[in-house]
């Protein structure tokens, strides 16, 4: 089991971080995966919004085992700080997969963004004003530009 905690050149702390971001990150694609099913495309639509979340959860997958059984050399651990700020993206990122469909696209949407931009480093009024953009772009493209229906808030049926 030590032989899955070391480098080639016997160093611990950098593969233990790697490994660990590479086991969550895997949770996170498996999730992903899974979640995407639920999601239903239109009549006699080719592809539905189901599609990019596998299509990202894959290379996310195979990237993820990479870290696990390939860690890189990285000895400084991050902060309490950072930490925390990975680990609430993280649950961001995994509360949004489930909460699209129930909520709809526009507020979980919103939502997420807001919270992972302030999470980077905005002010309130910066990150409400970046998510509601890319918020409203992302609905436009995916619903006007590429004609892929996405999650309506309940009781709203457009």
Same mark, same amino acid.
């Given at each position: 089991?030590?032989?899955? &905690?070391?480098?080639?050149?016997? +160093? ?6 790697? +490994?660990?971001?590479?086991?969550? /990150?895997?949770? &996170? ?17 080719? %592809? ?5 979340? =596998?299509? %990202?959860? !894959?290379?996310?997958?195979?990237? *993820? ?6 860690? $890189?050399?990285?000895? +400084?651990?991050?902060? +309490? #700080?950072?930490?925390? =700020?990975? @680990? ?8 949004? @997969?489930?909460?699209?469909?129930? /909520? $709809? ?10 919270? !992972?931009?302030?999470?980077? $480093? #905005? #002010?309130?009024? *910066?990150?409400?004003? *970046? ?13 006007? #530009? ?13």
């Amino acid at each position: 089991m030590s032989d899955l &905690l070391q480098d080639d050149a016997g +160093r611990v702390p950098g593969v233990i971080g790697d +490994r660990i971001a590479g086991a969550l /990150l895997l949770v &996170l694609a498996v999730g992903a995966w899974w979640l995407s099913h639920d999601l239903e495309s239109g009549f006699m639509q080719p %592809i539905g919004p189901g599609e990019y979340p =596998r299509l %990202i959860s !894959l290379p996310l997958a195979v990237l *993820s085992l990479l870290l696990i059984l390939k860690p $890189g050399l990285n000895q +400084r651990w991050p902060g +309490r #700080a950072a930490l925390v =700020r990975q @680990a609430l993206t993280l649950l961001v990122l995994a509360s949004y @997969a489930g909460l699209v469909k129930p /909520l $709809g696209f526009l507020p979980a949407s919103l939502v997420t963004v807001v919270l !992972l931009v302030h999470l980077f $480093g #905005a #002010a309130w009024k *910066s990150a409400l004003v *970046s998510g509601g953009v890319l918020t409203l772009s992302l609905y436009a493209l995916f619903e006007f #530009a590429l004609g892929m229906p996405l999650p309506n808030m309940p009781g709203l049926d457009w």
